[in-house]
């Protein structure tokens, strides 16, 4: 006997959505130093923002710490993506220790950036969020006090910086970029002569995951990231999918995380994942979803993505 019919449920998957390019090569990173030194393999920090990719790669043999002194100096090392400060690999170093690099090479620019500016004389000011990783490795490319933080529009009225003339910005990769461009843009009022990127340096995975949730969250009823809370650039499209016209926007974990009374009543769902979250957690939303509802599937294509990012040399193959 069949049971009552199941109520239709449109789904709209945002494409570009999940894996970044800077996260596809943090993750083989681990990968390949597990095959190259064998397990285990430490990594100094989530390698990126994601519970389910570090406990995958956790039962290959990797062990994840908070900090370089829970490593033994005989075992090699893996930096998160979202980079250090330099004290880090000069510490490891000092204690003659492999280690491996996962910063993404788009962190890495504004690092370069930011060492840039320093060398010009010009005192930094960083757009980002207290606390935050990339936030702290950022900082640390530069001696104390030479950079100062920026988190809201409103900081920029009561900031006090060395000088008003000699000033350059840079920013974190993953931030909002409509609310990044309002930092930038009352900075450029009140500093006029500010240098720094032409717009920001909010990454090209960012940028494109927010203008296509953006789209899908015009349509839909409620909209699911999949992301973790510590996750800066999955939180961002949350943020995004309510001001753009979807006030019912929440971030997932996984599918077992679903409250489904938050679903009631919902005809079209939006779909999006973090840069962090692997296409598997959008599966087995998609699969869960089957079970209550008639589903059918449109994916709504803003952008088509094809930037890879190679190995550092210390992994590539002998
Ligand atoms: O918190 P987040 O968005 O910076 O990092 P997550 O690990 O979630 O995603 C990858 C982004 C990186 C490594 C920073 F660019
Ligand atoms: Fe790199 Fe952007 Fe991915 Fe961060 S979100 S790892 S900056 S590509």
């Given at each position: 006997m069949s049971g009552p019919a199941k109520p239709s449920l449109h789904v709209l998957l945002a494409a570009?959505?999940?894996?970044?390019a800077g996260v596809d090569r943090a993750i083989q990173i681990v990968e390949v130093a597990l095959e190259k030194y064998g397990a285990p393999v430490y990594v100094r920090h989530?390698?990126?923002?994601?519970k389910f990719v570090v406990q995958s790669l956790e039962a290959k043999g990797a062990i994840f710490v908070k900090e370089l002194d829970q490593v033994p100096d005989d075992r090699p090392v893996v930096f998160s993506a979202h980079g250090v400060p330099k004290a880090v690999p000069a510490e490891a170093q000092r204690r003659n220790m492999i280690y491996v690099d996962a910063t993404c090479p788009l962190v890495s620019k504004v690092h370069r950036e930011a060492e840039r500016h320093h060398k010009d004389g010009q005192h930094i000011l960083l757009i980002g969020h207290a606390g935050h990783p990339e936030v702290i490795g950022t900082m640390g490319q530069?001696?104390?006090?030479?950079v100062t933080l920026v988190e809201t529009v409103e900081d920029v009225a009561t900031l006090e910086v060395p000088?008003?003339?000699?000033l350059a910005f840079v920013t974190q990769t993953t931030l909002s970029v409509d609310d990044t461009a309002g930092i930038v843009d009352a900075l450029r009022e009140r500093f006029p002569a500010i240098s720094g990127p032409k717009r920001e340096d909010i990454c090209y995975a960012t940028t494109n995951r927010q203008a296509a949730v953006k789209v899908i969250a015009q349509r839909a009823d409620a909209v699911l990231v999949l992301g973790a809370p510590n996750s800066s650039n999955s939180m961002r499209l949350v943020e995004v999918a309510k001001v753009q016209g979807c006030p019912r926007s929440v971030l997932v974990?996984?599918?077992?995380?679903?409250?489904?009374a938050e679903l009631e009543g919902v005809a079209t769902l939006g779909i999006t994942a973090g840069a962090?979250?692997?296409e598997v957690l959008v599966d087995e939303v998609l699969a869960e979803l089957r079970q209550r509802y008639e589903v059918t599937v449109e994916e709504v294509v803003t952008a088509v993505e094809d930037v890879t990012f190679k190995l550092p040399r210390i992994l590539a193959a002998e």
């Open positions: 570009p959505r999940g894996f970044c989530e390698i990126v923002h994601n530069l001696p104390p006090g030479t000088a008003t003339e000699n974990q996984r599918a077992a995380n679903i409250d489904w962090s979250a692997p």
